[in-house]
RNA sequence: UGUCCGAUGGUGUAGUGGCAGCACAGCAGAUUUUGGUUCUGUUAGCCUAGGUUCGAGUCCUAGUCGGAUAA
């Protein structure tokens, strides 16, 4: 008898992880589940509102919904590696007047990471997720690409996912609806699941209230950025912010200025605790800077392209000319002005559907 | 000191003697595997004391405060 072919899915307690064992398993799979615990009440800074689960419980529940339909599960404590891979991250980004793309990098430095190590550790030759985008074989290299539910795509968060990984990567909602996905959830027995919300925001700030995290992480950070200026586009001091970390470019939300028009941050200079504000016009850029390139559908490129740009998870995208140069670096030129660039945040080409590759926003013009 | 001008939510403003509006901020929802954006809803105000009037944010008088100006 040919034995099965194995594959690990990291299953969180949502819908779509869920729905990804059972396709799994239905197309003949052998499924194992792993659970990863990131955080729990003792990870500093992170609080648990009393309305969500505590994560270890959450996990526990999973764990047996899991054996219960037959599938092997793993429960793994990452807490440690999650805080040295994330949350490191994200504290040193905005310190330094930066906006991480936490998810994209979670995906790359942690999540998917961790499940081929666990994949390498219980076995298994393939890992999955409940992410909604495709993967498909094309010239020697795996290609990452929109999903078919145009609206759920996570293409653009796992542009950083490295060719060794993706090889053994399986994503069973790629062509499914997100209401093809509960409808299957709810006919399989799971009726609970399939009605849960939605997860969203910074997995690890339930609240979503990333200002009180970082103080709560580190000591009186908010007193000694409080006050700082607020300048308009000529130099002038309009008013005084709490703080350059606890705002992002294009940023309008908790500005007291007493301006009589709504006004945006343009620009976050971290040294000196100061922010340029402007109208929503002069926030736009026509060019910016990428770094850190990961290269998907073709390896290395050189020179220059015209692709679809996206610069934020919900963007349609935008034609750009991009160039290339030979340090792993690009210039990205929109053909329209883009609403609100921001340093630290993914830009994600894209050739049709496919994800050609993938950078960092280092600088904008 | 005189004269003139002004005072309306936290901020900036509209308001023929007839239901005090608008914008920005705030707050609350919606949306969202990142930040942000966007959308919807909502809190909150006539400097004080008199007077005229059926009725005063509006007209009159005085005061308080702010600005301008003259010596």
Redesign the pocket.
């Known amino acids: 008898m040919i034995r099965k072919k194995r594959v690990l899915v990291g299953v969180s307690g949502g819908v779509d992880s869920l729905a990804a064992a059972l396709l799994l398993q239905e197309q003949g799979f052998e499924v194992s589940c792993v659970t990863f615990v990131s955080w729990n009440k003792e990870t500093e800074g992170v609080y648990i509102p009393p309305s969500k689960a505590d994560p270890e419980e959450a996990a526990i529940k999973t764990a047996e919904l899991c054996r219960e339909n037959g599938f092997n599960h793993y429960l793994l404590p990452l807490a440690k590696e999650f805080d040295e891979k994330v949350i490191q991250y994200f504290i040193s980004e905005y310190l330094s007047g930066r906006?991480?793309?936490?998810?994209s990098h979670c995906?790359r430095f942690f999540k998917f990471e961790q499940l081929q190590i666990a994949a390498r550790k219980f076995n298994c030759e393939y890992i999955a997720t409940g992410?909604y985008a495709n993967i498909r074989k094309e010239n020697e290299r795996y290609v990452i690409s929109r999903s078919f539910d145009d609206?759920?795509d996570?293409s653009y968060?796992?542009w950083q996912l490295p060719q060794n990984i993706l090889k053994m990567c399986i994503l069973p909602l790629g062509n499914t609806l997100k209401a093809e996905v509960k409808e299957y959830v709810k006919k399989q027995g799971f009726p609970e699941q399939a009605d849960q919300n939605?997860?969203?925001?910074?997995?690890f700030i339930p609240d979503?209230n990333?200002k009180e995290f970082l103080c709560r992480r580190i000591r009186s950070l908010e007193e000694i950025l409080k006050n700082g200026e607020l300048l308009n586009t000529n130099g002038e001091k309009i008013g005084v912010h709490d703080g350059f970390p606890f705002y992002?470019?294009?940023?309008?939300?908790?500005?007291?200025?007493?301006?009589?028009?709504?006004?945006?941050v343009k620009e976050v200079i971290p040294h000196k605790n100061r922010l340029i504000l402007s109208s929503?016009d002069e926030v736009f850029s026509s060019v910016i800077h990428i770094h850190k390139i990961n290269f998907i559908k073709y390896g290395n490129l050189q020179g220059r392209f015209s692709f679809w740009v996206r610069i934020?998870?919900?963007?349609h995208g935008t034609q750009a000319d991009v160039c290339f140069d030979e340090d792993g670096e690009a210039i990205v030129y929109f053909s329209q002005p883009a609403?609100?660039p921001?340093v630290g945040?993914?830009a994600v080409f894209y050739e049709g559907d496919d994800v050609v590759c993938g950078g960092v926003i280092c600088r904008i013009n």
């Open positions: 906006t991480p793309n936490i998810c995906n992410h609206w759920k996570q968060m796992l939605e997860s969203f925001n910074i997995c979503n990333y992002t470019i294009g940023q309008s939300k908790n500005l007291i200025t007493g301006n009589s028009s709504k006004l945006y929503k934020r998870g919900k963007d609403f609100a921001a945040q993914s």
